[in-house]
Nanobody
Framework: QVQLVESGGGLVQAGGSLRLSCEAS????????MGWSRQAPGKNRQGVANISSRDTTNYAEFVTGRFTISRDNGKNTVYLQMNNLKPEDTAVYYC?????????WGQGTQVTVSS
């Protein structure tokens, strides 16, 4: 019923940039919020950024000033522009959306930042 397709991950050198995209099913309406979390091997999942239906944004302290979240409501797509990437940003990045009382997750996209 809810499909989230992520893209944009890859391998980049430290200081480089990547732009992640997450497209939700176009039939979905009344999305409360969308956002991104990440998980490195052996570590807990960390919240990265989220954006509400009224475009209120929140960022984790470890990405503030480097990452920007945005969304295109017409396309049901959320983006994460990642600049000045660091090796510690290496993780699988998962997008999510919230509808009513439910949260749905994408399949994840790998981001690898080399030193």
């Amino acid at each position: 019923q809810v499909q989230l397709v992520e893209s944009g991950g890859g391998l980049v050198q430290a200081g480089g940039s990547l732009r992640l995209s997450c497209e939700a099913s176009r039939s979905i309406r009344n999305i409360n919020a969308m956002g991104w979390s990440r998980q490195a091997p052996g570590k807990n999942r960390q919240g990265v950024a989220n954006i509400s239906s009224r475009d209120t944004t929140n960022y984790a302290e470890f990405v503030t000033g480097r990452f920007t979240i945005s969304r295109d409501n017409g396309k049901n797509t959320v983006y994460l522009q990642m600049n000045n990437l660091k090796p510690e940003d290496t993780a699988v990045y998962y997008c999510f959306l919230q509808i009513g009382g439910s949260t749905f997750w994408g399949q994840g996209t790998q981001v690898t930042v080399s030193s």
